[in-house]
């Protein structure tokens, strides 16, 4: 009996001793994201702050039906379809690179990192410039007889969205790449080139199996980033952009604009859903990839 | 097979060198252009920001993008820091907005993950899953409960109301423990049978052994806050508070000339800490790499 109640005692005391530690950031996140969280779903049921009859669904339908955030929704699946694929394979492509021994790997690796460190805001001014109507791609790009584009204000504008998106980002995706290289075992390589394995099937049947983990969190990662494009759009183009930038955010920030929290709300709960839905499939594909490779 | 391998290896370098040069190009460019005089920035830029002209300088029809300017000055750094005083004030801005959060969110996520680390159990570990979680989740979805709260605690429209969010932002915690969970138990334990309090085990010995993760985790959480725009927009629309990062944006085309100055003053902070801590913001985002344990 005494037995008993020492160890319930320990497991409690355990308990309020690691939240003496963990309390003050558990506490932190209930107030300012959990619980208002909470209320968000609230408010994406309820007809207004006034009114606070219970409606179901009919603010997520009305969001849905929204023209602006159809839009939004549009641009912002575009962009993503666009940028994640060609975020993963060129951070791949990049770690290999630096792995194939080239001279002064170290400086390569610190040039694709630096654009991390830039704030977007710095570098607008140059991209500005970069891809003006009579700027200086347009000037390259007439040299092998292409049009004038007006980048930013044409159906092109997702091409210089998705070179900034590349800019900032493939850095940070690279080292991911790196670091999974460097946990590939040695030996199994050193036997693949003993046993006269070419690179292709080293890189698809060896590598890229120990880097499957890798390559999910990538692409997660990714479309993490690409929802948060609209950073870059708005230092670029400002609050109203050419239609086809018009992004979720931008939908985020008319509606808090206007003080509509129910739009607001339900628009917040679905992406949440979203986001949650994606994760559940990453840990399931991560579980289904990596139970022979050790992570 | 010889010769084939030093083909390849000639063909990769090749293509890492023009990857670098597209990597460094907007960087550099904005830093030579910020040497520029006002009259060769007008000239050559006139055209991309357009109510740049007042009718009486010379803008060229065509965009020159120039490497080096034709004489270099530093009028435009002189104007920022004595006759511009709108650019060091948002820069402050940044500034204040930022160190608190950093300094914060290291302090809460140190502790925190200390208690992650120290104590298992399943609601423990349910809790940091949550974090998880809650870490991936896009402005889009957080900015709406900090506006609520914000709104309650009456601190929307002040500095406050990013802040005290951002300090409590679970990138870090989750981060800190990741690094916390490598440090060997029979560490604690021993210094737990030597009588060692649990806070004395936690500030001697946990912490001393996370002080490059401290600093990689606070170049991480640095830069990603320097960068914001998203928060300032929607809790702090009070202009004269916004951070500089908000403010490039708006530059009125008559300034045109200082605004590659204050964009090249706006990085440095960031430069100076990837120059210094680059080894460890690398070890740092390794580390971040895998979502779980």
């Known amino acids: 009996m005494k037995k008993h109640w020492e160890k ?6 355990d308990f309020l001793q690691s939240m003496c530690f963990s309390g003050p950031s558990f506490l932190g996140m209930l107030l300012f994201y959990v619980i208002p969280f909470g209320v968000v779903v609230y408010y994406s049921l309820i007809a207004g702050t006034l009114d606070h009859s219970f409606v179901g669904l009919q603010n997520y339908k ?16 575009v962009f993503s ?8 394979i060129l951070s791949m492509l990049m770690a290999l690179m630096l792995e194939c021994r080239i001279p002064a790997k170290s400086q390569f690796r610190t040039f694709f990192l630096s654009p991390m460190m830039v704030p977007i805001a710095s570098i607008i001014l140059v991209w500005q410039v970069l891809f003006h109507a009579n700027g200086a791609v347009n000037e390259f790009l007439a040299v092998f007889g292409a049009d004038k584009i007006d980048w930013l204000k044409s159906d092109y504008c997702m091409v210089v969205i998705v070179l900034l998106f590349l800019w900032k980002n493939l850095g940070y995706n690279m080292i ?22 070419s690179a292709w099937y080293q890189f698809f049947h060896i590598k890229l199996r120990y880097l499957s983990p890798t390559v999910l969190f990538v692409t997660i990662l990714s479309i993490i980033n690409s929802f948060k494009v609209f950073r870059e759009i708005y230092l670029l183009t400002g609050d109203y952009p050419y239609d086809g930038l018009y992004m979720l955010q931008h939908f985020m920030n008319n509606m808090f604009r206007n003080l509509d929290y129910q739009k607001l709300s339900a628009a917040a709960v679905m992406l949440a859903l979203v986001i949650v839905a994606l994760l559940a499939i990453l840990f399931a594909v991560e579980n289904w990839f990596g139970k022979d490779v050790e992570g | 097979m010889k010769k084939h391998r030093y083909f390849g290896r000639g ?5 890492a060198a023009v990857f670098a040069v597209l990597f ?13 005089t006002q009259s060769e920035i007008t000239a050559n830029y006139g055209q991309v920001f357009s109510n740049a002209n007042d009718g009486k300088s010379y803008i060229s029809k065509k965009i020159n993008l120039k490497f080096i300017p034709d004489k270099v000055s530093f009028s435009q750094y002189l104007t920022i820091l004595f006759k511009s005083p709108d650019y060091l004030l948002k820069f402050w801005n940044s500034v204040i907005l930022v160190v608190p959060i950093v300094l914060a969110q290291l302090m809460v996520a140190s502790v925190a993950a200390y208690g992650f680390t120290r104590w298992r159990g399943r609601v423990r570990d349910a809790i940091f899953f949550a974090y998880v979680i809650l870490m991936l989740m896009p402005y889009q979805v957080t900015l709406v409960p900090n506006y609520l709260v914000s709104d309650w605690l009456g601190i929307l429209n002040t500095r406050w109301a990013i802040i005290l969010p951002g300090a409590f932002a679970p990138f ?6 990741k690094f916390m969970r490598r440090i060997p138990v029979s560490l604690i334990e021993s210094a737990k049978l030597d009588g060692a309090s649990e806070w004395h085990v936690f500030w001697d010995i946990c912490l001393p052994q996370c002080r490059s993760a401290l600093y990689s985790i606070a170049i991480l959480v640095f830069i990603d806050n320097w960068n914001m725009v998203e928060q300032p927009l929607i809790l702090l629309p009070n202009a004269d508070q916004q951070p500089l990062s908000v403010f490039l944006s708006t530059i009125n085309a008559g300034e045109i000339g200082i605004a590659f100055a204050a964009a090249v003053i706006y990085m440095v902070p960031g430069l100076l800490l990837f120059l210094h801590g680059e080894a460890y913001l690398v070890e740092g985002i390794a580390y971040s790499g895998s979502v779980k344990g």
């Open chain 2, 172 to 177: 870090s915690v989750f981060l800190l423990t």
């Open chain 1, 8 to 13: 319930s005692n320990r497991r409690v005391g």
């Open chain 2, 11 to 15: 063909a990769m370098t090749l293509l």
């Open chain 1, 81 to 88: 379809a666009l940028s994640v694929p060609l975020a993963v």
């Open chain 1, 176 to 197: 991911l790449f790196m670091a999974a290289l460097n946990n590939i075992p040695k030996t199994l390589i050193e036997v693949a080139e003993v046993e006269g394995a």
């Open chain 1, 62 to 77: 009305n969001v849905l039906e929204n023209g602006a955030f159809k839009i939004a929704v549009h641009n912002t699946a």
């Open chain 2, 24 to 36: 460094l190009l907007p960087t550099v460019l904005t830093i030579t252009n910020s040497f520029m």
